[in-house]
């Protein structure tokens, strides 16, 4: 049965892990020199609807690394757009390559997509979910604080498609998670339902909800697809950008991240981003070889017929 990654739903517990240490291992060997190369052979599409930089290039690097061909498809250049349906384009592709990366406004088109297509899909963000990003930063906190169960992340900012990963994964793993968001701009309630009894919380006040926290998150206040509600965004969040003040209510030793891309000035000030506590590049970095560990697990086992 091939398996697709939508959602961080997808995964159990176990094969978060599993993804983790397998993100650990490949970059180790890369950075050593070493190149495997476990989808020689096979090729990989990628779709966007939406711009990208990070899982643009860590998605084509990567798939070549591993030793597969990428293929990257505009999906305004695609019949796609121009009325076939994302069900015949599953069929049709799924005859081609051995798996699709998507990056799509609609979550439930992307779900269509996976369901119809008899090769493993992998969402590269939809307006509801990032999975991708959260495993990579579930790897770089592992790599920087040696674990992830036990400790407590601070979410500032939008209950957007980033919010409602990490919510995703405190379902799977037991760390705690607190949200700070204005009020109006919470989470799905669905998603925030799916969370085991006390392990995700939601605040109004940032300063309550970096309390304790060992790794502050944000991400931009005005998603794509949002950009003619950016001025009422800009005036909503006003109060939940992270600065230096915000982040003495953390932990001494409290990490910086971010998904980005960053708009230094709104939701993070430049002190904090350019900061010691910032690890938003090596987070950046990890896209890279968390995304390699998912293939790997999704792709390189895979016989379809
Ligand atoms: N974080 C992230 O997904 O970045 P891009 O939009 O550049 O791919
Ligand atoms: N929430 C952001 C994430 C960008 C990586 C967006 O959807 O635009």
């Not at 599409?45 to 070549?64: C, H, L, N, Q």
């Not at 990428?70 to 349906?85: I, K, S």
Request: aromatic share 6%; net charge negative.
């Amino acid at each position: 049965m091939k398996r697709d990654l939508i959602t961080l739903l997808d995964l159990s517990h176990d094969e978060i892990f599993l993804i983790i240490k397998e993100a650990a291992r490949l970059k180790k060997r890369q950075k050593k020199g070493i190149s495997d190369k476990p989808l020689a052979g096979k090729s990989v599409a990628m779709i966007f609807e939406k711009p990208s930089t990070r899982t643009r290039v860590s998605f084509e690097v990567g798939i070549t690394q591993l030793g597969a061909s990428p293929v990257v498809l505009h999906a305004g250049e695609m019949q796609l757009g121009r009325g076939e349906t994302v069900e015949d384009t599953a069929r049709v592709l799924s005859r081609y390559v051995d798996g699709i990366m998507i990056r799509a406004y609609s979550h439930q088109s992307v779900a269509a997509l996976a369901k119809a297509a008899s090769i493993p899909v992998i969402n590269g963000l939809t307006d509801f979910a990032h999975p991708c990003q959260i495993l990579s930063d579930l790897f770089t906190i592992y790599e920087k604080k040696n674990t992830i169960e036990g400790i407590t992340i601070a979410y500032i900012g939008d209950g957007n498609n980033v919010a409602h990963s990490w919510i995703m994964a405190a379902d799977q793993l037991d760390f705690s998670l607190r949200l700070g968001c204005p009020e109006g701009y919470t989470p799905d309630p669905e998603v925030l339902a799916g969370a085991p009894e006390g392990r995700v919380a939601v605040f109004h006040d940032p300063k309550e909800a970096v309390a304790d926290a060992d790794v502050v998150y944000t991400d931009v206040w005005t998603s794509m697809g949002q950009e003619a509600e950016k001025q009422k965004r800009l005036e909503a969040f006003r109060g939940f950008c992270v600065t230096p003040a915000l982040m003495k209510g953390a932990r001494d030793n409290a990490l910086f991240m971010h998904c980005l891309p960053a708009h230094r000035g709104e939701e993070v000030a430049a002190d904090v981003i350019d900061g010691k506590q910032s690890i938003v590049f090596d987070q950046a970095e990890n896209r890279l070889h968390a995304q390699k560990a998912i293939m790997f697990f999704l792709i390189a086992e895979e016989n379809h017929t």
